[in-house]
């Protein structure tokens, strides 16, 4: 990756305006290594175990280190991703922090470490904004982001009774929290070092 990735620079501002310093690429599983596509079937196999879904092709996306690469908060768009985000963190530890889009003081600090796996799905997928800091604290940790390169598979399936308008200004979430099957939907919050899970009434518990 990183001999291609150094032959573009990092742009300033990507086209949906919430991530800033960054290189990406989309490339098909085909493309990879030997090697990596071993890892990237780990991966498949992590998340979705037995279920074989449609997956979009691996996005790979390099954040310059801290302060110049971040990412806002933000919920991915039904064009974008399915019901799945999965992302293999590298380079640097880093915080991702969760928001409800709804609840401002529902916040969740989850911290990737270099190589970590995180998941987002459910409740998460579409009811909290995820973004990365490029400078934060963690317990009594300080996290500084270096460079940082996210390996991510998304899958292309929607839940039954999502129907959300593509409207620029559409709420991406709203139509996931109605229809059919949304509270079994609603146990997402998955990560290498903390996890936990959200309850009907927003509570989030974590364990370590």
Do not use: C
Request: charge should be negative; glycine fraction near 8%; aromatic fraction near 6%.
């Amino acid at each position: 990756l990183d001999p291609l990735l150094r032959k573009r620079s990092y742009q300033r501002a990507h086209f949906d305006g919430v991530i800033e310093g960054y290189r990406e690429l989309e490339r098909p599983v085909s493309w990879f290594s030997a090697a990596n596509q071993a890892v990237l079937e780990r991966v498949r196999l992590a998340v979705f175990r037995d279920e074989r879904p449609v997956l979009l092709p691996p996005h790979i996306l390099d954040l310059e280190a801290a302060p110049g690469g971040f990412i806002l908060p933000h919920v991915d768009h039904i064009t974008a991703s399915g019901s799945t985000i999965a992302g293999v963190s590298l380079l640097t530890d880093a915080v991702m922090r969760l928001s409800h889009v709804e609840r401002a003081d529902h916040v969740v600090d989850v911290l990737l470490r270099a190589r970590s796996l995180y998941v987002i799905q459910g409740d998460a997928r579409y009811e909290w904004k995820h973004e990365i800091l490029a400078d934060a604290t963690f317990g009594d940790e300080r996290v500084v982001k270096g460079r940082r390169i996210a390996v991510i598979t998304r899958d292309d399936t929607q839940p039954e009774g999502l129907n959300v308008s593509l409207s620029e200004n559409a709420d991406p979430g709203a139509a996931a929290r109605t229809g059919p099957g949304y509270a079994e939907r609603r146990n997402v919050l998955t990560g290498k070092n903390r996890s936990g899970k959200i309850s009907e009434d927003g509570e989030v518990t974590l364990s370590q």
